[in-house]
């Protein structure tokens, strides 16, 4: 009954995305003076979030890369826009990035809490407060 | 290495690289008045550590500009035209580039602010 439980496993790679995009943030951030840097994005998590395979009819990966998701190398950089880039060839931008940062903060608390209320759940169950 | 422990690393080498901008900005600004002294300047680059791209120092360069010539004869350097050379440094310049590494910095730090408070949330999970 205890194993595999979604809503952990659906929180836990929300947390995991929200601190990798964290940390890409961040690296736009120290880098927003390098001349010719291009500034990286994540796709967002709705759309590589891929339920694990306990949860749904199971197709079985014979090879990496065949399921995406839950293999947790979802980290597929992709560049942002890059049209507004200085003259230096440094496309990125504070502010968007500050957008960006905000985002993932507010995904992490999101993903914790979920985690939080899923765990006071399943004490209650066990008849502990 | 976590992705917290991954942007707490990037955001230091940004604050470092912010911080050595300061510096030799602040010794350009002190010698605006030296005679002969040229202006420094220090690049900025990416470099790849432990699979994330941190912000380098790259080496200092003097500014090759014409030094700006004074006219001054009484002044003990002053040549026969009673011309000496002054420092090629611009204060406007300087101070827009002070504001900008300040901007620069700020971000930094709040992205290590922002990192270390994720981290310290999980570590809430645990508190019970």
């Known amino acids: 009954m205890f194993q ?11 947390a995991v ?3 990798q995009k964290q940390a890409v943030v961040a690296q736009n951030v120290a880098n927003a003076d390098t ?4 500034a990286r994005d994540l796709p967002s998590f709705k759309d590589i979030y891929a339920p694990a395979e306990s949860s749904r009819v199971v197709a ?17 950089l992709m560049e942002t826009d890059n049209s507004f880039a200085s003259p230096d060839g440094n496309s990125v931008s504070i502010d968007a990035e500050m957008l960006r940062a905000t985002d993932a903060k507010r995904q992490h608390d999101r ?5 939080r209320s899923a765990l006071s759940v399943l004490r209650s169950s066990l008849g502990r407060q | 290495m976590s992705e917290f422990s991954k942007a707490l690393s990037i955001s230091t080498s940004g604050l470092q690289a912010q911080a050595s901008r300061l510096r030799h900005l602040s010794e350009n600004i002190s010698n605006a008045d030296t005679p002969g002294y ?26 090759d500009r014409p030094l700006e010539r004074v006219f001054d004869p009484a002044h003990p350097m002053a040549d026969a035209t009673g011309h000496y050379e002054g420092s090629n440094v611009e204060l ?3 101070l827009a580039d002070a504001r ?24 809430q999970l645990l508190r019970r």
């Open chain 1, 4 to 14: 595999g439980l979604t809503v952990f496993e659906t929180a836990y790679a929300m």
């Open chain 1, 17 to 19: 995305h929200a601190g």
């Open chain 1, 35 to 38: 001349p010719g840097y291009v």
């Open chain 1, 60 to 76: 079985r990966a014979t090879r990496e890369g065949h399921m995406h998701g839950h293999t947790s190398d979802a980290r597929t």
């Open chain 1, 111 to 115: 993903s914790l809490a979920i985690y």
């Open chain 2, 38 to 63: 040229r202006r420094k300047m220090i690049p900025f680059d990416t470099r790849m550590q432990n699979g994330v791209s941190q912000v380098e120092v790259g080496r200092m360069t003097l500014d």
């Open chain 2, 92 to 94: 406007l310049i300087e």
């Open chain 2, 100 to 123: 900008e590494a300040q901007r620069s910095y700020e971000a930094n730090l709040k992205m290590f602010e922002q990192a270390r408070q994720m981290s310290s949330g999980l570590m």
